[in-house]
């Protein structure tokens, strides 16, 4: 459950970061009212990238970490689809299996809430 809200989480701040830096290349070298152009070099691109997926890891490790806020699997027995038998004698007894946790909106919120900050600059630039 947790490792699929991490691979979520992660690949969309890495995504939209590398994004979002490169249009702050863009801004800057348009916006700077001086003669002299300054070009802003990839390194300091990709520490910003870093930055920006490093917030997100420590939201995801705190969101994590807290014994309390882990997201569990809970095994339910599908009332839709009753136990079926098959022509070989075979049961199949369908299974959902639901990943939640009471403080889980929490914590998604506070991600959500992150990444949200982060598109409100994108659309400033």
């Given amino acids: 459950c947790n490792f699929r809200v991490w691979l979520f989480s992660i ?3 890495l995504c939209f970061a590398v994004i979002l830096s490169k249009t ?3 801004y800057y070298i348009f916006t700077n009212p ?12 990709i520490v910003l990238v870093a930055i920006v997926v490093a917030i997100d890891l420590f939201i ?16 339910i027995v599908d ?16 299974h959902v299996y639901i990943c939640s ?4 909106v929490a914590w998604l919120g506070i991600s ?11 659309v400033v630039m």
């Fill in 34 to 45: 001086t003669d002299k152009k300054k070009t802003i070099k990839d390194w300091i691109l």
């Fill in 11 to 13: 690949g969309y701040t």
């Fill in 60 to 75: 995801l490790l705190i969101g994590t970490s807290i014994p309390t806020s882990r997201l569990e699997a809970f095994d």
């Fill in 112 to 122: 959500f809430a992150y990444k949200g900050s982060l598109q409100v600059i994108a």
């Fill in 101 to 104: 946790n009471k403080y889980s």
């Fill in 79 to 94: 009332a839709e689809k009753e136990i079926e038998i098959t022509s070989e004698g075979v049961t199949h007894e369908n």
């Fill in 24 to 26: 702050w290349r863009i």
